[in-house]
């Protein structure tokens, strides 16, 4: 039995699964969307991630055709009917079927798409070892122009930043905002510990809110752990005691080269290795 695809009510055969031409999410870039995990059965921060979603569909104004009980039901329903218990969920929420000209206010239906997966995991060495990154020159969006914190379809920021990272040899890049400070990495948030206190850029920063952060700083508050949402420079990040990144698909994964200058010893440090080993035992059981 192949894959099946959530599309507007619909469950179809993943070979079905296709969108007119003419819907403004592949015109534009006009939608929003969430990229979540189901551990062991059970979808982690259900909540979190559908609030996230009507959040970035009320910037844009895009009314999602469901409410979000219905909307939370449907992922279930499709992590069910592809019988998944530990899977990578892509919710999406598309303009709708338009003309060629800009105007949303001509497309009618949304599409309320789910993709259910099973999830491609990092290469363990990645967790042991660590990452290496780079400081890239696209800056990320400023908050005036496309706010970060909207999820939408149009990526297209970060690919250019993903594309410097991946010319230069890396898997993941750090981008700066207008101001210089370091916002946020292509598809995850950052941290660094420095004397033993962490720190994450804030809001302000230009970046999405990522609820693996959220989760990391509730984690640091129960291990008493100081933890502190500042601007960073990348006088900070080369600085550093110890560096990691969170995301819904890498999770926690340390940092131990910044523009190929080793983080302290270049070796994942005892602090997110203690997180990350709280974030197992919080997803896994
Ligand atoms: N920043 C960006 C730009 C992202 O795309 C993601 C992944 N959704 C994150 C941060 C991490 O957010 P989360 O922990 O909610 O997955």
């Given at each position: 039995m192949g894959l099946k695809v959530y599309i507007s009510g619909k469950l179809v055969d993943k070979e079905n699964a296709k969108i007119s031409v003419f819907d403004h999410g592949f015109l534009y870039g006009d939608g929003v969307f969430e990229g979540i995990r189901a551990y062991n059965g059970k979808v982690f921060k259900m909540q979190e991630h559908i609030d996230r979603l009507y959040n970035s569909a009320a910037a844009i104004e895009l009314a999602i055709p469901v409410s979000k009980e219905e909307y939370a039901a449907a992922i279930e329903e499709t992590l069910r009917a592809n019988d998944l218990k530990d899977a990578y969920i892509r919710a999406i929420v598309s303009r709708g079927i338009g003309l060629l000209g800009l105007n949303p206010r001509i497309c009618e239906n949304p599409e309320v798409v789910i993709i259910t997966d099973s999830i491609a995991l990092y290469p363990p060495e990645l967790y042991e070892n660590g990452l290496e990154l780079v400081t890239v020159s696209t800056v990320r969006n400023h908050p005036n122009a496309l706010d970060p914190r909207i999820k939408s379809l149009n990526y297209l920021n970060?690919?250019?930043?993903?594309?410097?990272?991946?010319?230069?040899?890396?898997?993941?890049?750090?981008?700066?905002?207008?101001?210089?400070?370091?916002?946020?990495?292509?598809?995850?948030?950052?941290?660094?510990?420095?004397?033993?206190?962490?720190?994450?850029?804030?809001?302000?920063?230009?970046?999405?809110?990522?609820?693996?952060?959220?989760?990391?700083?509730?984690?640091?508050?129960?291990?008493?752990?100081?933890?502190?949402?500042?601007?960073?420079?990348?006088?900070?990040?080369?600085?550093?005691?110890?560096?990691?990144?969170?995301?819904?698909?890498?999770?926690?994964?340390?940092?131990?080269?910044?523009?190929?200058?080793?983080?302290?010893?270049?070796?994942?440090?005892?602090?997110?290795?203690?997180?990350?080993?709280?974030?197992?035992?919080?997803?896994?059981?």
């Open positions: 970060n690919i250019l930043a993903k594309i410097e990272g991946l010319n230069a040899g890396v898997m993941e890049a750090i981008m700066l905002n207008t101001r210089g400070c370091v916002s946020e990495c292509t598809g995850d948030n950052i941290f660094i510990v420095k004397d033993a206190e962490l720190a994450t850029p804030p809001r302000s920063a230009g970046i999405l809110e990522g609820i693996t952060r959220g989760v990391v700083m509730d984690l640091a508050r129960e291990h008493g752990i100081p933890a502190a949402e500042r601007d960073l420079t990348r006088y900070d990040l080369f600085t550093a005691d110890e560096c990691f990144l969170t995301g819904t698909a890498a999770e926690i994964i340390p940092v131990i080269k910044i523009d190929g200058r080793q983080v302290a010893d270049g070796k994942p440090g005892p602090i997110v290795r203690r997180l990350l080993e709280s974030f197992k035992k919080l997803t896994r059981g």
